[in-house]
């Protein structure tokens, strides 16, 4: 599946920012869609995921009660809407998808797609 992600931008301690994912090639029904975030010097991390075809969902600590993830299949898109944004929100997200699968929905390398990534800076 192919991902292009948009949305990102330069936002005030406390502000919110809604990200987009835009998938094409596959229904999203079948994908696990999830959103990493890397800052620069660190590994990437996870940050929200939404299982294919439920509802289920899963955040980072880090970002519980604040970020909230949703799927739209008419639009076939992942948006990642982010509140009360702090300065350790500061990096480039990523929106990457795979196949629906029972591995570690948290972790990196079982996610095969990938989209280039969207900047996020959060300043005070």
């Known amino acids: 599946v192919q991902l292009q992600a948009s949305g990102g931008g330069l936002v005030h301690t406390g502000g919110s920012l809604t990200l987009s994912c835009a998938a094409s090639?596959?229904?999203?029904?079948?994908?696990?869609m999830g959103w990493f975030r890397q800052a620069p010097g660190m590994e990437r991390e996870f940050v929200a995921v939404?299982?294919?075809?439920?509802?289920?969902?899963r955040y980072a600590d880090a970002v519980k009660g604040r970020f909230t993830i949703s799927r739209s299949y008419l639009k076939s898109t992942v948006s990642l809407q982010m509140n009360s944004l702090k300065s350790e929100d500061t990096a480039v997200y990523y929106c990457?998808?795979?196949?629906?699968?029972?591995?570690?929905?948290?972790?990196?390398?079982?996610?095969?797609?990938w989209g280039q990534g969207t900047l996020v800076t959060v300043s005070s």
């Open positions: 990457a998808a795979r196949r629906r699968s029972v591995a570690d929905l948290t972790a990196t390398s079982t996610y095969n797609d």
């Open positions: 090639g596959r229904a999203l029904s079948n994908y696990d």
């Open positions: 939404i299982k294919g075809g439920t509802t289920t969902t």
